[in-house]
């Protein structure tokens, strides 16, 4: 089974652009969370989604937004990047509420904004 | 608001010495928790996850945590450390009450394990 997969793996972007990154989750995985994981701030939640739904958000501004596609597919777009965007952006999949639930990370986007 | 801390930044550790690294939470509900490990210039693996059941979880690699609800902590332990253990580790916390709620994480604790 395929694992979570992220693309691109790797982003250069000057200030003031936007960026949009893609993850595919491990098939038959419905939930699909984001994170930013900076040297400074450390491992944060942006959002999660199920069935195309946004569920919750973490205390991020607006120029983070994301979505969730039918084929739980999910994407994240940053508008007006800052210096401050420059971080390892993770995807994760998981399946399953309660005892049930597992959560597989993919390997990251390494965005830089310059 | 849920939070995790991880008190210790660095933990070393000799090989094939015991090792624990440490993680206390906090949520207003039932906690999940869990364990990651992060190797350099790679993403998260989980390790183990505690959700219900019996306190002591054992997970990948020799892994497992004891979760002790009185001191609110779960904390990660091997017995045996070894070299290729060296790594970035988290503990995180998921609210269980009340459906889908986000994972908080704690800031880390780099292991060293040395020959």
């Known amino acids: 089974k395929a694992g979570v997969t992220q693309t691109p793996r790797y982003l250069i972007k000057t200030r003031g652009q936007q960026v949009t990154l893609s993850c595919s989750p491990i098939?038959?995985?419905?939930?699909v969370s984001w994170y930013q994981q900076t040297p400074g701030q450390g491992l944060q939640f942006l959002f999660e989604?199920?069935?195309?739904?946004?569920?919750n958000k973490g205390n991020f501004p607006g120029r983070f937004s994301g979505r969730q596609f039918s084929n739980s597919r999910s994407e994240m777009n940053v508008s007006t990047l800052e210096l401050g965007d420059s971080a390892l952006y993770l995807c994760?999949?998981?399946?399953?509420?309660?005892?049930?639930?597992?959560?597989?990370f993919g390997p990251g986007t390494r965005l830089t904004v310059l | 608001a849920q939070s995790v801390a991880q008190p210790e930044d660095q933990v070393n550790v000799a090989e094939g010495n015991p090792l624990t690294v440490k993680c206390t939470y906090s949520?207003?509900?039932?906690?999940?928790l869990f364990w990651y490990v992060q190797y350099p210039n790679r993403g998260l693996q989980f390790l183990l996850k505690?959700?219900?059941?019996?306190?002591l979880v054992k997970g990948s690699y020799g892994f497992e945590a004891e979760f002790n609800k009185s001191q609110t902590s779960f904390h990660l332990k091997k017995p045996s450390a070894l070299v290729s253990d060296s790594a970035l580790y988290f503990c995180?916390?998921?609210?269980?009450?009340?459906?889908?709620?986000?994972?908080?994480f704690g800031t880390g604790t780099k292991l060293q394990v040395i020959p």
């Open positions: 949520v207003s509900g039932n906690p999940y």
């Open positions: 994760a999949s998981s399946l399953g509420s309660g005892s049930r639930y597992e959560q597989f």
């Open positions: 995180a916390v998921r609210d269980a009450t009340g459906g889908y709620q986000k994972v908080t």
């Open positions: 989604y199920f069935s195309e739904t946004q569920r």
């Open positions: 098939s038959g995985h419905r939930s």
């Open positions: 505690y959700i219900t059941g019996d306190n």
